[in-house]
C-alpha cells in the first residue's frame, strides 16, 4: 500500500482495480479545511487520464505488476518489438501504449519491460541516455544570454532542446524522465 505522503510522478498504483501512472500530483494544504492531494494518473491498460483527488494520507494500492529486462530490437511503423534478455522470445508492443519513450528508444538498448496480468502494458528507459545530435542551428557569436537553448533533432527524430553552444554532432545526455538536455558526452 502507498501513502498519499509517498507519491512521485512515474509512481504506479492501483485504482478501483486498474494500474495507473501518476503523471501530476500537488499536495494541497488550505488555509480552513484538511489537506488533500490532487493528481492527474494514466490508466495503464487503456491509457485514459483521469484527474482525482485524494485526501491526506489515504492509502492506495500496488498493481500487481511484473517487470521483466528486455532489450529493444526495432520498429516496424506500428508496433515494437523487444527481446526478452533471458529467455531470447521476442515480443511486440503498440506504440499507443509506449506514448513519448518512443522518442528516446534506440536499438539494442536495455528496458525493463511491465507486464500486467500476462500483457506488455509500457516500457521503464534508463533514467540517462547518450544520444548524438544530427540537426541543430549553430550558435550565434555573442547570443550568450544565459539559460537560452535551441532545438536539436537527436538520432532519433526526436527535438529536445538545448544550449547555445551545443553544436551538430556531438553526443549528449538526455534525461528520459522529462527529455531534458543534461550535459555533452566526451568521447
Same mark, same amino acid.
Given at each position: ?14 485504482? $478501483?482495480?486498474? /494500474? ?37 494520507? &489515504? ?10 529486462? =528486455? ?20 515480443? =511486440? ?23 500486467? %496480468?500476462?500483457?506488455?502494458? $509500457?516500457?521503464?528507459? /534508463? ?10 542551428? /549553430? ?23 538545448? /544550449? ?10 538526455? $534525461? ?6 543534461? &550535459?555533452?558526452? %566526451?568521447?
Amino acid at each position: 500500500m502507498y501513502s498519499t505522503n509517498q507519491f512521485r510522478r512515474g509512481l504506479k498504483i492501483e485504482v $478501483d482495480g486498474d /494500474p495507473y501512472n501518476i503523471v501530476y500530483f500537488q499536495h494541497v494544504k488550505p488555509g480552513k479545511g484538511n489537506a488533500f492531494v490532487r493528481t492527474k494518473l494514466k490508466n495503464l491498460v487503456t491509457g485514459n487520464v483521469l484527474e482525482k483527488t485524494f485526501k491526506s494520507g &489515504e492509502k492506495v494500492g500496488k498493481p500487481d505488476l511484473e517487470k521483466n529486462a =528486455m532489450q529493444y530490437m526495432y520498429s516496424d511503423g506500428e508496433d515494437y518489438n523487444f527481446m526478452n534478455l533471458t529467455t531470447y522470445e521476442s515480443i =511486440m508492443i503498440p506504440a499507443e501504449n509506449l506514448g513519448d519513450a518512443t522518442n528516446f528508444l534506440k536499438e539494442n538498448i536495455d528496458v525493463e519491460v511491465l507486464f500486467y %496480468k500476462g500483457s506488455a502494458i $509500457d516500457i521503464e528507459l /534508463p533514467t540517462f541516455l547518450n544520444f548524438v545530435i544530427t540537426q541543430t542551428d /549553430p550558435g550565434v557569436r555573442g547570443d550568450t544570454v544565459s539559460g537560452s537553448t535551441k532545438p536539436a533533432t537527436i538520432e532519433t527524430g526526436a527535438v529536445v532542446q538545448v /544550449p547555445l553552444f551545443v553544436e551538430e554532432g556531438e553526443k549528449i545526455r538526455i $534525461d528520459t524522465r522529462t527529455g531534458d538536455y543534461v &550535459e555533452r558526452v %566526451k568521447e
